[in-house]
């Protein structure tokens, strides 16, 4: 009798924990633990690709130095797009149309 007792208890511990794996692997398999576990390895590799082109351009400035020190060549002028005055408020677009009353862009009255 002791026998059966342990096999039954085993049997259904087995039976518990098997279920709860089964379970926690469907929800780890959902379609939205899926798309939150996309979007935070994509934000990480987003994260670590501007990590590395800092890198990258601290290595290139830093190299540029180095080939001017070695060529005796000083810092040019300043590049072009430095001395060009900052756009004016809303260069580039479009003025914002006008509309008096009750007629609109087009000059005809909206109904």
């Given amino acids: 009798m002791f026998r059966r007792a342990f096999w039954f208890t085993t049997g259904a511990a087995a039976g ?9 692997r469907l929800r ?3 379609p939205e633990s899926l798309a939150v576990r996309a979007a935070g390895r994509a934000a ?14 601290a290595g ?3 190299r ?8 005796g060549i000083g810092r040019g002028p300043a590049p072009r797009a430095a001395l060009l005055p900052p ?3 809303g260069a580039g677009t479009f003025p914002a149309p006008e509309t008096t009353g009750t007629t609109g862009t087009t ?3 909206d109904h």
Avoid: I, S
């Avoid at 990480?44 to 351009?57: K, Q």
């Fill in 87 to 89: 756009p004016a408020h």
């Fill in 44 to 57: 990480e590799t987003g994260h670590r690709v501007r990590g590395f082109a800092l890198d990258v351009r």
């Fill in 16 to 24: 518990v924990w098997a279920t709860t794996r089964v379970q926690r």
């Fill in 64 to 71: 540029e130095d180095e080939l001017n020190d070695a060529l």
């Fill in 28 to 30: 780890e398999l959902a």
């Fill in 107 to 109: 000059g005809k009255e």
């Fill in 60 to 62: 290139m400035a830093r």
